[in-house]
T-cell receptor, first 114, second 113 residues
Framework: NAGVTQTPKFQVLKTGQSMTLQCAQDMNHEYMSWYRQDPGMGLRLIHYSVGAGITDQGEVPNGYNVSRSTTEDFPLRLLSAAPSQTSVYFCAASEKGAGNTEAFFGQGTRLTVV | AQSVTQLDSQVPVFEEAPVELRCNYSSSVSVYLFWYVQYPNQGLQLLLK??????LVKGINGFEAEFNKSQTSFHLRKPSVHISDTAEYFC???????????FGPGTSLSVIP
């Protein structure tokens, strides 16, 4: 079972470049979210979506955009990459709300901005 | 707003010894609580969760956690650890089923042979 698939697994960007991190899920879950993981800070929520066409900001949304045109896909866009966005990014999906159900995570994308 | 504290950033423990990973949260309302585990170079997976009912929650791989409302704690325990338990452990909290899940900073458990 695929679950949540993230691509790419690794990426190096130059400051100012743009890119899209892809996230796809095959579980038909309504709720999807993006986190960044930094040493000593755990996971911080960037953006989330409670269903197709609906997105909202998390704790650290600046510098990132998202859209949710289908239930399956939830891409994360960096419009102008900065070194502060060097991090490991995780996408997660959960049935209905994330608050009381298990979140299924992708394998992560390790992004380095130079 | 909710927050989660994991006081121990690193916990080394010998194989077959017991371990407790501490988690405290702050919230003015009732909460849902979770423990997730992250093995090296992988995503997170759910160990256990507390939604309501019995305060002692059993999870996968022999782990359990106890919800203590008066102390606002949700400590994770295992009576005998294995090398394969070496991983990062995250405590998380939410307020409602549709609320955001807030993660703690994580505790790195290292099991020593």
């Amino acid at each position: 079972n695929a679950g949540v698939t993230q691509t790419p697994k690794f990426q190096v960007l130059k400051t100012g470049q743009s890119m899209t991190l892809q996230c796809a899920q095959d579980m038909n879950h309504e709720y999807m979210s993006w986190y960044r993981q930094d040493p000593g800070m755990g996971l911080r929520l960037i953006h989330y979506s409670v269903g197709a066409g609906i997105t909202d900001q998390g704790e650290v949304p600046n510098g990132y955009n998202v859209s949710r045109s289908t239930t399956e896909d939830f891409p994360l866009r960096l419009l102008s990459a900065a070194p502060s966005q060097t991090s490991v990014y995780f996408c997660a999906a959960s049935e209905k709300g994330a608050g009381n159900t298990e979140a299924f995570f992708g394998q992560g994308t390790r992004l380095t901005v130079v | 707003a909710q927050s989660v504290t994991q006081l121990d950033s690193q916990v080394p423990v010998f194989e077959e010894a017991p371990v407790e990973l501490r988690c405290n949260y702050s919230s003015s309302v009732s909460v849902y609580l979770f423990w997730y585990v992250q093995y090296p170079n992988q995503g997170l997976q759910l160990l256990l969760k507390y939604l309501s009912g019995s305060t002692l929650v059993k999870g996968i791989n022999g782990f359990e956690a106890e919800f203590n409302k008066s102390q606002t704690s949700f400590h994770l325990r295992k009576p005998s650890v294995h090398i394969s338990d070496t991983a990062e452990y995250f405590c998380a909290v939410s307020v409602t089923s549709y609320d955001k899940v807030i993660f703690g900073p994580g505790t790195s458990l290292s099991v020593i042979p």
